[in-house]
C-alpha cells in the first residue's frame, strides 16, 4: 500500500445475547444494545478511517473466536486483541491456536478491574506475559494511573514485551488532576518499547460538557513522554458515545494533538499501529 491507511486501533463490538458485560451500568443505558461491524461502517467512512482494530469487552475464549470470526467476515477489521487467561498453566498452547487465525494480533486483560492493583506482577501472570513475549504477541495494558507505578517492575521482568498504555491510563479529567499521573506515565514512556494509545479521554472528561481543550494538557504531555512515533489514535467506541459520537471523538483528538506534520500524522492516525500490531496480515 503505497499511502498510510488511517486506523482506529481501538473499538469494540458486542451481542448481548452473546455475553454479559460486566463493566455496563445498572439500568438504561446508550451502551445497552448491540453493536456490530454494520453499526460502525457508516461512522468510520463519514470520517475516513479505514481499518480499525477490534478489542476484547468480555474476559473469555468464547468471545476470543467470535471476534475473530466477525473479523473474518468484515472488510474493515485489521486484528483482533483477545483475552486469554494468562494464569493459565497452558496458556501457551491457546496462544499458539490463536496465532493461527489471521486477524488475531494481541492479548488484553481487564487489569484496572482487579481487585489487586498489583495484579500484573503476580508470578502465574507473568508466567503468561513471558509467554506473550516469546511470541512477539502484543500486549495491552489497561490501567488506570494508580496501576502506573507496576508497570517498570513489569517491564524489568519481562523486557521483551510489547506493550501499549491503553487510554492513556484513565487521567482524572473531569477533576483536572495531571499528578501523579504524569509523573508515573512519564516513568513508564521511558521505556521506549512502550506505546500508548490516544483514546478514551472523553468518558473520562466530563461527560455533557467537555471540550477537546479539556484534552489538551493531557494530549501535550503524552506528546512529550512518547513522542509521534509510540501514539496511536483509538475512538473507544462505543463506550465513547457516553459523551460523544465517533465523529466528535476523531475531531477533538485531531484538534488537540495540534498541527502535525504529514509523517506525523500518518504515523499516529495509522502507521504506529500498523507496526506495533503488524496489522498488515489483516488487511
Request: charged share 25%; aromatic share 10%; with cysteine.
Amino acid at each position: 500500500m503505497p499511502d498510510t491507511p488511517v486506523v482506529d486501533s481501538h473499538q469494540h463490538f458486542w451481542d448481548l445475547s452473546k455475553f454479559s458485560y460486566g463493566f455496563m451500568p445498572e439500568g438504561d443505558s446508550p451502551l445497552k444494545q448491540n453493536r456490530l461491524p454494520d453499526d460502525l461502517r457508516p461512522l468510520i467512512r463519514d470520517v475516513g478511517v479505514d481499518y480499525t482494530v477490534i478489542v476484547q469487552a468480555h474476559q473469555s475464549l468464547e468471545e476470543a473466536h467470535w471476534l475473530l470470526d466477525l473479523a473474518d467476515q468484515t472488510d474493515f477489521v485489521a486484528g483482533v486483541v483477545a483475552w486469554v487467561d494468562l494464569a493459565d498453566p497452558e496458556v501457551g498452547g491457546t496462544l499458539d491456536a490463536l496465532q493461527r487465525r489471521r486477524h488475531f494480533c494481541g492479548v488484553r486483560h481487564l487489569w484496572h478491574d482487579e481487585a489487586d492493583e498489583g495484579w500484573v506482577l503476580r508470578p502465574n501472570v507473568l508466567r503468561g506475559l513471558h509467554a506473550l513475549a516469546e511470541r512477539e504477541i502484543p500486549f495491552d495494558l489497561l490501567a488506570r494511573p494508580q496501576h502506573l507505578r507496576f508497570v517498570p517492575e513489569l517491564l524489568d521482568r519481562v523486557p521483551d514485551l510489547r506493550t501499549v498504555v491503553d487510554h492513556i491510563a484513565k487521567p482524572r479529567i473531569a477533576e483536572r488532576e495531571i499528578e501523579p499521573w504524569a509523573t508515573d506515565l512519564g516513568r513508564v514512556a521511558q521505556n521506549h518499547t512502550v506505546y500508548c494509545k490516544v483514546s478514551g479521554m472523553i468518558t473520562e472528561a466530563n461527560h455533557s460538557g467537555w471540550k477537546p481543550a479539556d484534552l489538551e494538557p493531557y494530549i501535550r504531555r503524552v506528546v512529550d513522554m512518547f513522542g509521534y512515533n509510540r501514539l496511536m489514535f483509538g475512538s473507544d467506541w462505543p463506550v465513547c458515545t457516553l459523551a460523544g459520537t465517533y465523529r466528535q471523538v476523531f475531531e477533538a483528538a485531531k484538534q488537540a494533538l495540534g498541527p502535525l506534520s504529514v509523517p506525523d500524522r500518518d504515523k499516529v492516525f495509522g502507521g504506529n499501529a500498523i507496526r506495533f500490531y503488524s496489522l498488515r496480515r489483516g488487511m
